[in-house]
């Protein structure tokens, strides 16, 4: 568990020397996926590269999805060549890969591009873990903000250059793994490449993709495009792991300006009380950031036990506040929130597990949303 959290001031976070961070969240939308996985093995050997095989349903289903959306088989090879380098898995083309930053997906979206990804593919109706969703979010993307990848890959004829166009101007990865895509997509194009019967109808189940991180929040499962009540604030919270910790973020201004700024690209940090509050404003339009103790006297939370709590819920003290997960019993819970800036991008806000007899400050009580949207 993280060691400090939302009372305890401005630490900084290691520098970065390699990355800005407002190039991390808004400018560059993917990152090389060779640090630690969360939830899948690492690559190996070979300079850290292990060749990924093409035999597995994932790269099936995706390689004939672009086929299917009118890119050529050399073109599709490389797209695919790619995912399977960013996202290892296991399963090859894993959609729930996430690496040490928190990029997370086929393509390791992060920041801005994250956010996107969940917001569009939840508004089409789709899982946004799924392979499917993030299917159509590449598509999605192609069409709107990414025009240019998708003319410069247009204008290639084989796997390898496809790759490689796919890497420089889609991935914008800015490392040396190029070589590493183009091989991959090769043998995509070997084996698939003649296949003109297509497999597209397994996109069916591609939503239901084999996965090695589906217990990676608890073992509560959040539906979020059907969540209601606190439940639904805890997953307008999660669009902002990872983000920044910061002191004081988010209290200058209203949580209609912070998202403005953040829709917009400019980069802002969050601390624990108002990530609470923009979360509310996200879920259902209730505009009142407070401090960590202030929801207790916000009309709209209301006193509930400890031992009662449940997902959406929140856990607050005088100087800290946590949505709950998971009621694991026994004062033991598992937590999202927002921690400490002393601490690796993806682990400054995002999920923890606690026990009520640690919580900062000494724990206050618990709180459940009873405002606007909730359900009684």
Not at 39 to 54: E, M, Y
Not at 282 to 294: C, E, L
Not at 308 to 324: I, M, N, R
């Amino acid at each position: 568990m993280v060691g400090l959290y939302c009372f305890s001031g401005i630490v900084s976070a290691a520098p970065n020397p390699a990355d800005d961070l407002n190039a991390i969240y808004f400018d560059t939308p993917f990152y090389d996926p060779n640090g630690s996985k969360a939830c899948s093995a690492s690559p190996a050997g070979n300079g850290g590269i292990v060749p990924a095989s093409v035999d597995g349903d994932n790269v099936n289903i995706a390689y004939h999805f672009f086929v299917s959306n009118g890119y050529s088989p050399a073109q599709s090879a490389g797209i695919v060549g790619n995912f399977m380098y960013e996202a290892p898995g296991p399963p090859v083309v894993n959609p729930a890969d996430t690496n040490s930053i928190g990029a997370h997906g086929i393509a390791q979206w992060l920041g801005g591009r994250k956010t996107e990804l969940r917001v569009w593919v939840t508004a089409e109706g789709k899982d946004p873990e799924s392979l499917a969703g993030q299917l159509d979010f590449v598509i999605h993307e192609l069409q709107t903000s990414n025009t240019g990848a998708r003319d410069k890959l247009k204008l290639t004829t084989d796997p390898r250059s496809a790759a490689l166009s796919w890497f420089k101007y889609y991935e914008r990865a800015g490392d040396s793994s190029g070589p590493a895509r183009a091989d991959n997509a090769a043998n995509v194009f070997t084996k698939y490449g003649n296949d003109t019967t297509g497999t597209t109808t397994a996109l069916s189940s591609a939503g239901a993709a084999s996965s090695s991180c589906s217990g990676a929040v608890g073992s509560v499962d959040l539906n979020c495009p059907t969540a209601t009540g606190g439940a639904k604030i805890l997953c307008a919270a999660e669009r902002f792991d990872p983000l920044a910790y910061v002191f004081g973020g988010g209290h200058g201004a209203s949580a209609a300006t912070f998202m403005q700024h953040f829709n917009s690209g400019r980069y802002d940090g969050l601390d624990c009380s108002s990530l609470v509050g923009i979360a509310v404003y996200n879920a259902f339009g209730v505009d009142d950031i407070r401090v960590s103790s202030g929801y207790a006297s916000d009309k709209n939370w209301q006193a509930i036990p400890v031992d009662q709590a449940t997902t959406g819920d929140l856990l607050w003290s005088y100087g800290h506040v946590e949505f709950v997960v998971e009621n694991k019993g026994g004062g033991n819970f598992r937590d999202f929130g927002a921690h400490t800036a002393n601490a690796p991008l993806d682990k400054q806000i995002g999920f923890d597990n606690l026990n009520v007899s640690n919580f900062p400050d000494g724990i206050g009580g618990a709180l459940r949303y009873i405002g606007p949207g909730s359900v009684r």
